[in-house]
């Protein structure tokens, strides 16, 4: 399913890399993790029936659109369950969505032509705000319901900044939440508000942080 690193102990959460055999396990966390936030609801319209179907097949359509782009993906796993995942988009990209036809048509006949649109524009929005070209972007990012409120997701990001800082050629991390309760953990780790986008009647937040390559770091040491 994913690639990870041996341990002893298996109650220790260990940090996989994701393939495409751990689809299915990260389609589900996802799901739960998304399909309550606000901004999911407002893009997708709740209040309409299908909601929850277009939710999970847009989740889908994202996974796979990132997988092959040869997006890299890395989870937490738990005594062998997977339990946390996120989807990052590496500084080189430069993802066009409307450029995306086949991902735009699999939207379409899935999701729906407006839900497909709204999502569309609100990318385009968090893509007009990036402060630099060679940020990293984290479209999706989700720890399942059971398992939070344990420090999984905190762990998760942290690995997602050290990937980050890994790459020489990424300056940032960018992100972006509609949940005031999320909202104060991003800050508490260091990520500053970039700007607002409305949404119906409440505001979704993209914040950005600084993550400096191992490279620059050892270069100023």
């Known amino acids: 399913m994913a690639e990870g690193n041996h341990y002893k102990n298996k109650q220790e959460p260990v940090i996989v890399r994701l393939d495409e055999s751990a689809v299915s396990e990260a389609k589900s966390i996802l799901f739960q993790a998304y399909r309550h936030e606000p901004t999911f609801q407002y893009l ?53 969505l409307a450029d995306q036809f086949s991902w735009r048509l699999r939207m379409v006949l899935t999701a729906g032509f407006s839900s497909t649109r709204r999502y569309m524009n609100y990318h385009e929005q968090i893509k007009q705000m990036l402060p630099d070209a060679r940020t990293h972007q984290l479209p999706l990012m989700g720890v399942h319901p059971k398992y939070q409120n344990r420090g999984f997701g905190r762990l998760l990001l942290e690995q997602v900044e050290q990937f980050c800082a890994d790459n020489p050629r990424g300056t940032g991390l960018i992100l972006d939440t509609g949940s005031s309760r999320y909202l104060q953990f991003y800050e508490s780790l260091g990520f500053r508000i970039l700007g607002k986008i409305q949404l119906g009647q409440f505001e979704d937040h993209v914040l950005f942080r600084d993550v400096n390559p191992v490279s620059s770091q050892a270069s100023s040491a």
């Open 44 to 96: 997708f319209d709740h209040k309409r029936p299908g909601y929850e179907q277009r939710v999970r097949a847009t989740i889908r359509e994202l996974i796979g659109l990132y997988f092959e782009l040869r997006q890299d993906a890395i989870g937490v796993m738990v005594e062998d369950t997977l339990v946390a995942v996120a989807f990052i988009g590496g500084p080189d990209l430069r993802l066009n």
